[in-house]
């Protein structure tokens, strides 16, 4: 077998002795000992199916220069799931079998295929329509409880509380940490983990900051899954994770963006002065004009009084007029109104007199008493009843008695 391997060895150093350009997927990156391991991937473009494998390895010669110079430019660092143009050459080892020998990396591709992935991010979120959903929000007038994603060992945590805690101005602010990864592969998911634990609660607002970690690791803020809890969320959120370089998805989508930690603490404390310097405004404005009110009211009570010792005098003299015509008219009103009611009682009288019952009895009516009441129906009579018949001369008193 050692020598078949040799074989294999020798044939391809004679037969691909060149280096190559390789297009790949890293499946899987490591460093040990200074040197870099990676597992290349090449996937069918219509099904992600993976069409081919490959190790590839970069000895510590070449990674010490290659790396900070790859990162520098891409601003990310060489992680599972991002493409790469490697220049390789292809070596075989009895031993340990085949693999690709990295010299070079090209980060411009790698920056070609990022800027790619963002921007079909960016229109997958404007065509789901909530790219700008955050900046419809407002900062509460009164933002101070907050809630904190954050390393809870990181710098730009403690900067950050230490700048609200220390103001000028004396605000007292309220803060929550909810603990997450800030950079590696589980930035992700553990954001959206701790964006999930304050989803329904009464915080202001929502700051997701980062200090201290490499600002080449930024490529878990760029995530479309990140992207939408964010832009979804129905609380403000403030990033400020501290870099440099062109801004993420994150800032893009949240409601404001700011490069550190201790601008978003400088942010709510802006934010709060500007409300504390209206809600001033508005009471000096209110006393200025309270003022000028009572100036005003005084000024009129003033003339007012000068004009009573003036005007007292015309105007006792019409009430006086007013009550001397009254007197005037009173007798012939009086006389007027005894008339009229004297003519009404004459009327009445006149109706009183037509009624009168023996007027009835003069032109030869009569009229029946049962008990001092008229009788208006016979049937209502009993046998032995004693009635009386009035006249207009004299009254008939009569027992009643049946027919048989």
Known sequence: MFELNRLVRESIECEMPDEYWVEAELSECRESRGHCYMELIQKD???ATPVAKASAKCWANKWLAIRPYFERTTGQALHAGMKVLLQVYPQFHEAYGFSWIVNDIDPTYTIGDMARKRQEIIKKLKDEGVFDLQKELQLPLFCQHIAVISSQTAAGYGDFCNQLADNPYGFQFET??????????GVEQSIIDALERIYNTDFDCVVIIRGGGATSDMSGFDTLALAENVANFPIPIITGIGHDRDESILDMVSHTRVKTPTAAAALLIDHLKVVLDTLIDSQNRITRYTQQR??????????IQELIPRIFPVIKAQQEAKLNTIEQKLPLLASQRLTTEHHRLELINEKLKALDPTLLLARGYSITLHNGKAVKDATTLHEGDEIETRLAKGKITSVVKVKM
């Open 294 to 303: 009572l100036t005003a009211l005084k000024s009129q009570l003033a003339t």
């Open 45 to 47: 473009e219509q099904t």
């Open 176 to 185: 929550q940490l909810f603990p997450a990864i800030m950079q590696g592969e």
